[in-house]
T-cell receptor, first 115, second 113 residues
């Protein structure tokens, strides 16, 4: 079974630039999550999709972050404009359904460095 | 305030030795608790999951315990190997947290030859 795919794996940009990350979840998984993991901390949920609808985006900085999952499969996360504090690993995860009993499978992450 | 606290923050042990990582949580009511292993540059991978009715769960050399009364969990690693070097993250889900998970900051384990 193929895992969660993310690209790019690494990205370096200057502050005020924009950047986009892509995620392809495990086939058949209805729920997709984007997390931000700052060095030395656990992941923080940014947004959760159920198919192509948003379930939870309460911790997404909506003035600069946006995400979409138009066809209920792939998803993109965008930051515009980036700030220094956005430097982190952005993890995408997917699960068969939403709910605590369904395991979340994580992708390898995209490491973003904002200079 | 983080509802999941892990200790120690980091740990160095010799190959072949055992170690125990701790997780204390305040998430209530409690649904389940997971331990994840995160290798450097990789996403977290689930090791164990326990509901409130389970006291222990094993996965090879990894054994997790749970005391729902004291809201404590531990992850015991037996006969450590170099490949165990990673960050171990405790994740707790509560019934009233929607579908969000509460992540600890992780314990960074280094196994040396």
């Amino acid at each position: 079974e193929a895992g969660v795919a993310q690209s790019p794996r690494y990205k370096i940009i200057e502050k005020r630039q924009s950047v986009a990350f892509w995620c392809n979840p495990i086939s058949g998984h209805a729920t997709l999550y984007w997390y931000q993991q700052i060095l030395g901390q656990g992941p923080k949920l940014l947004i959760q999709f159920q198919n192509n609808g948003v379930v939870d985006d309460s911790q997404l900085p909506k003035d600069r972050f946006s995400a979409e999952r138009l066809k209920g499969v792939d998803s993109t996360l965008k930051i515009q404009p980036a700030k220094l504090e956005d430097s982190a690993v952005y993890l995408c995860a997917s699960s068969f359904r939403q709910g605590g009993s369904y395991e979340q499978y994580f992708g390898p992450g995209t490491r973003l460095t904002v200079t | 305030k983080n509802q999941v606290e892990q200790s120690p923050q980091s740990l160095i042990i010799l190959e072949g030795k055992n170690c125990t990582l701790q997780c204390n949580y305040t998430v209530s009511p409690f649904s389940n608790l997971r331990w994840y292993k995160q290798d450097t540059g990789r996403g977290p991978v689930s090791l164990t999951i326990m509901t409130f009715s389970e006291n222990t769960k094993s996965n090879g050399r990894y054994t997790a315990t749970l005391d729902a009364d004291t809201k404590q969990s531990s992850l015991h690693i037996t006969a450590s190997q170099l490949s165990d070097s990673a960050s171990y993250i405790c994740v707790v889900r509560g019934w009233d947290s929607g579908y969000a998970l509460n992540f600890g900051k992780g314990t960074s384990l280094l196994v040396t030859p």
